[in-house]
């Protein structure tokens, strides 16, 4: 136990005093919240602000909508200009820009309405702008065909329909935030298993090509070097994992009194209900549901099964490690039995994420090769204790049965140089009695 | 019972017999050379020796006790051919976790890194990279962590490739004074004149099975054949001596060697020299070299296998 410990330190410390380690580990947070604040950013900041246009109505047809409202300002200008100066008179009067409409517009073919500006006009600027004309020019049109207006009206009215907003939309806010945190708890895991799996493998590999290994093994059992390994850069990532959250909520905290601020700034830009403050509203109702999902149970039976499938597969990976000597592309060709079973279960993990009860998604949440991966993707819908119970205990069961497979193929091949080995052998290495 | 005792270690790959059969009783204080062609089973005997591989059969005493791996490893220190160290690592700090691996504490395994660092004359590298030293101070520091726990056997593997003549007497010095402190030193190599320099018994193994094994000295007085050097005043016509009483194997600038007849006595022919007048300068007997006789020795064995093989 004293050596499994001593070499769980040096693991650990060797790995975590890494530049690399380090680089990622503070870089990361810093990545993820930086997109948060973009976001935000967008949600915030990047709404069309209020143009204010000038506008030179030549024709006089649309006298009755130069109405401010929550996109635009109207200048209208009463005396004309010269044509040359159309261009440059955003820039000269400090206006976003102007509106041109010559006075001979046809209404059957109006063309002719320019807009002048430095500026790029926003995409959602330019459709309402253009409504705003439409609309004009249809009244227009339908008042010369002596068509009565209120009927038209009417008929609009009537064929207006009424969408329950409020539920509709909250429920499928929670689902997609469902979706969400159980693909994102899907993939880390997977990622987890991937990087860490081949971590445990350069490492056992490391240790075979410099012939370290026969040096240790004189000092300890096989087995006690495997384990130390294992649980050492399970440590390493288990230390990212804390230091990741303490950042990301330190930065959080840091970040977070800025957001009524900019809510407040938000309300004060516009009046009434924009895209913006619809924007911001979604951040609220996801944060609302976020807390609603059981989030320490989800933490918890996330933590397990990292551990578990982590546990689960390296040692394996570590099996695979011992077995090669140097070439990467054996080490390839080794590991491809083993990250199979991982990809087919993330691929499992995404559907399940949006179909959680189904039969497949039942069982390979119990089924221990892929559980760590599907069950973690079933966590924010809820799962019937019974069957986390089952699953956690047929993981930990497959663990320590790959753990004591793996550990009789590394101690084999751990010390055997220069030989080139085969899944067959490998398979009666474990399976041998002694 | 011997400090260190095989009884019928048998280990078999396949169907390969890495070790057949395998006895040996060794003492504290000796150096044993363990010599034999490649593929032998050296490597194999020496990692059954120190817990890293477990026998098919056959039982192992160390310290007058069946040998318990888990504990008794501390007892042993292992220098395998390949050698092997984190070449990331930092030479005292790997000094320190290997001394640690072995039962040290912490400060004890400093101070003692510390001392042989100074000893080795590696006090400048304490804080560098392995994977920055020489191959020979890295073997240097190899030495270190096979010795550092003060173990009561000590194996090594070819501990002098890769040695400059100076750091190899360092080594071979070192080894001296480990055995007269009473340790058990087990010596594998293919280089015979370091074996006849260094160790005082030797055994031979080839195709897992013990070929010979003994005192240095012994075994080559068991292969003497009545060679003797000889130097005379004036240089030795051999001409002047008809008859079938010896032959001449070499001869150099000043001296012949002979082989005697079987019947033949040194003094016979000794006197027969002084009759014809010769003045006798030198007259020594020639051992066999061990190269020779680990030579002969295989080549009979093989000459063996191969009539049973073919038979």
């Given at each position: 136990m004293h050596n499994t410990w001593l070499i769980l330190k040096r693991e650990y410390w060797t790995r975590v005093r890494k530049k690399s380690f380090i680089i990622v580990t503070l870089l990361v947070p810093f990545l993820f919240m930086g997109f948060i604040a973009l976001e935000i950013y967008m949600a915030v900041g990047g709404a069309p602000k209020r143009l204010q246009i000038a506008v030179l109505d030549k024709s006089h047809l649309f006298d009755t909508i130069w109405k401010d409202d929550a996109q635009f300002y109207f200048q209208v200008l009463q005396h004309s200009l010269p044509d040359d100066s159309l261009a440059g008179y955003a820039a000269t009067h400090h206006v976003d820009g102007l509106l041109f409409i010559p006075d001979t517009l046809n209404i059957l073919h109006p063309s002719g309405v320019r807009y002048y500006s430095q500026k790029k006009l926003p995409l959602e600027s330019y459709i309402s702008l253009k409504g705003k004309l439409q609309d004009a020019l249809q009244h227009i049109r339908l008042t010369q065909l002596h068509v009565n207006m209120a009927m038209v009206d009417s008929v609009k009215n009537a064929i207006q329909l009424n969408i329950e907003q409020p539920l509709t939309r909250a429920s499928e806010l929670q689902a997609s935030v469902s979706v969400a945190i159980a693909m994102i708890c899907g993939f880390l895991i997977y990622f987890i298993l991937i990087f860490f799996g081949v971590s445990v493998m350069r490492g056992a590999m490391e240790e075979k090509v410099n012939?370290?290994?026969?040096?240790?093994?004189?000092?300890?059992?096989?087995?006690?070097?495997?384990?130390?390994?294992?649980?050492?850069?399970?440590?390493?990532?288990?230390?990212?994992?804390?230091?990741?959250?303490?950042?990301?909520?330190?930065?959080?905290?840091?970040?977070?009194?800025l957001l009524p601020e900019m809510h407040a700034q938000v309300q004060n830009m516009q009046s009434g209900q924009t895209a913006s403050s619809e924007q911001v509203q979604m951040l609220q109702h996801v944060s609302t549901e976020l807390l609603r999902l059981p989030l320490l149970e989800i933490v918890i039976c996330f933590i397990l099964y990292f551990l578990g499938g982590y546990f689960l597969y390296a040692s394996l990976f570590a099996a695979i490690g011992s077995v090669v000597d140097q070439d990467a592309s054996d080490a390839q060709q080794l590991t491809f039995p083993i990250t199979l079973p991982i990809l087919i279960?993330?691929?499992?993990?995404i559907r399940v994420a949006r179909d959680p009860d189904s039969p497949l998604a039942i069982f390979t949440s119990i089924?221990?090769?892929?559980?760590?991966?599907?069950?973690?993707?079933?966590?924010?819908?809820?799962?019937p204790w019974w069957q986390l119970a089952v699953s956690l205990i047929l993981l930990a069961a497959a663990f320590l049965f790959t753990t004591w497979l793996a550990a009789k193929i590394y101690r084999t091949g751990i010390l055997m140089y220069g030989k080139k080995v085969t899944l067959k052998e490998i398979t009666r290495w474990a399976f041998r009695r002694k | 019972m011997a400090f260190l005792s095989l009884h019928h270690l048998k280990k078999y790959y396949d169907q390969h017999r890495a070790v057949d059969d395998f006895s040996l009783d060794m003492e504290k204080g000796n150096i044993w050379g363990l010599l034999g062609p490649n593929g032998a089973g050296k490597t194999t005997l020496l990692r059954m020796v120190t817990g890293i591989i477990f026998p098919d059969a056959g039982e192992i005493f160390f310290r007058d006790k069946?040998?318990?791996?888990?504990?008794?490893?501390?007892?042993?220190?292992?220098m395998p051919e390949e050698r092997g160290l984190y070449k990331k690592m930092a030479v005292g700090e790997q000094l320190i976790y290997l001394g640690q691996l072995k039962g040290l504490s912490a400060r004890e395994a400093k101070n003692r890194a510390w001392q042989w660092v100074q000893k080795m004359e590696l006090t400048a590298w304490w804080s560098k990279h392995v994977g920055d030293l020489s191959k020979g101070m890295s073997q240097k520091v190899q030495f270190i962590a096979t010795v550092l726990h003060e173990p009561?056997?000590?194996?090594?593997?070819?501990?002098?490739?890769?040695?400059?003549?100076?750091?190899?007497?360092?080594?071979?010095?070192?080894?001296?004074?480990?055995?007269k402190k009473g340790c058990l030193i087990i010596f594998s190599t293919h280089r015979m004149e370091q074996v006849e320099e260094i160790c005082d018994h030797i055994v031979l193994i080839n195709r897992g099975v013990k070929l010979l094994e003994g005192e240095t000295f012994k075994i080559r007085q068991q292969f003497k054949q009545q060679q003797f050097s000889v130097k005379t005043y004036p240089l030795l016509q051999p001409d002047d001596f008809s008859g079938n009483e010896f032959t001449i194997i070499s001869s150099s600038a000043d001296r012949y060697v002979i082989q005697l007849q079987e019947n033949i006595s040194p003094n016979t022919i000794l006197q027969k020299f002084i009759q014809q007048g010769y003045q006798i300068l030198e007259f020594t007997e020639v051992l066999p070299s061990l190269s020779e006789i680990f030579i002969r020795t295989v080549q009979q064995q093989q000459a063996i296998f191969s009539s049973v093989e073919t038979a």
């Open positions: 012939r370290i290994a026969e040096v240790i093994v004189s000092s300890v059992k096989p087995f006690q070097l495997m384990l130390g390994k294992i649980m050492g850069i399970a440590a390493v990532g288990l230390t990212q994992f804390i230091i990741w959250i303490v950042l990301v909520l330190v930065l959080w905290g840091a970040l977070h009194p279960s993330f691929l499992i993990a089924f221990p090769f892929s559980s760590p991966l599907v069950m973690v993707a079933r966590l924010p819908y809820g799962v | 069946p040998f318990y791996p888990e504990r008794d490893q501390a007892y042993m220190g292992y009561e056997l000590i194996i090594l593997d070819e501990p002098f490739s890769g040695l400059d003549p100076i750091n190899a007497n360092l080594i071979r010095d070192e080894i001296f004074s480990f055995s």
